[in-house]
């Protein structure tokens, strides 16, 4: 596989074993099928940061520039395939994990997915509704979510990295007035909306 190699994360990889495969670690902890997915999304000689593996062939990969969401199986409707889902750093405008009694799921908000107030983790009527199958979101097991904290972290601070590129002082205008209207089309809370504007605003724009 031509594209994948491997960082050595900054946090602690719990090893595989015979019964267990790890939760966090290289691409080698994904399913064979999603580690094709993941080869078609990438460049030659791109380095892969860390993966993260939730509930039933879905995962969350992490590398350079973007972020990519994998999914494979009958939940996902891709029963004898996989899908891929891109994020950019620089467009992720939330990172957050909610947990119900058992189940829960790892969320990447951007511009092009919002909305989780409409989702639900437990036999959804919808496919707008189930984490599942949403591009942009990742099952996890309730148990697992600690394991999930550091590498977390680690994407956190590769989006605010991200964000502290200089930009034109017109287009943080124009982020502004498109936050703005996600606010008000109700896609994103008073909450995230306000910690999306401080993010922007502490990027001093480019002259």
Known sequence: ???????????????????????????????????????????????????????LGHALVCLDDRLVILKGGFHAGTTFGAMSATIYYRDVTGIQVRTHLMSGWIEISSPSFQGRERKRSRQ????????????????????????????LARLRELVAAAKHEQRPAAAVVDELERLAALRRDGWITEQEFAAAKDRLLAVPPAA
């Open 1 to 55: 596989m031509a594209g994948l190699s491997t960082e050595h994360p900054t946090f602690a990889v719990e090893p595989r074993t015979l019964f267990r495969r790890p939760l966090v670690g290289g691409p080698e902890i994904l399913p064979k099928r999603l580690r094709r997915e993941l080869d078609r999304s990438m460049h030659d000689g791109e380095a892969v940061r860390f993966c993260l593996r939730g509930d």
């Open 124 to 151: 959804p009527r919808t496919s707008d509704r189930d984490v599942y199958k949403l591009p942009n979101c990742v099952p996890i097991h309730r148990r697992h979510a600690d394991a999930y904290a550091d590498p």
